[in-house]
């Protein structure tokens, strides 16, 4: 069976990709940011490996917005580690968003994110829609440029 990569539609927030706020929020008709959309998706090849998390849009430096992603969890099956599955999955996420947060949940996972070139960062998103907080391990910033 092949994979299923993200089973949403995120041509939405694509629509508001690129535009400020205060654009975005007139064109898809929001009155509160807090409403900007979000899309749960999920990677999932069974009983291998999947990945999932949340799209979201978030202000760049420039205040315009982009697509992110926030990685929740990253499984791949023991019997199918280290043959680069989590990689994959990473770059297949890594062509929908321009940045992935993770916040790592054990010294191994801290490990695999600093493996794919994950920056540590202070924030501990739990400003954002979803909460994902530092569990002791650090949370990771991945550019995504950095996979493509």
Not at 136 to 148: A, F, I, K, P, Q
């Amino acid at each position: 069976m092949t994979a299923q990569l993200f089973t949403v539609d995120i041509e939405d927030l694509k629509a508001l990709e690129g535009l400020t706020t205060l654009e975005a929020k007139k064109k898809a008709h929001l009155e509160d940011e807090d409403d900007l959309p979000s899309r749960r998706f999920d990677y999932t090849e069974p009983g291998v490996c999947s990945v999932n998390g949340v799209f979201y849009l978030d202000p760049d430096a420039y205040d315009e917005l982009e697509i992110v992603a926030h990685v929740e969890r990253i499984d791949v099956d023991l019997w199918y580690r280290g043959e680069g599955r989590a990689r994959r999955m990473l770059e297949a996420l890594a062509a929908h968003c321009t940045i992935i947060y993770a916040a790592a949940e054990s010294e191994a996972a801290a490990a695999f994110w600093e493996h794919m070139g994950g920056e540590t960062v202070d924030e501990t998103l739990s400003d954002r829609a979803w909460t994902s907080i530092d569990v002791g391990y650090g949370v990771y910033r991945l550019r995504t440029y950095s996979l493509r």
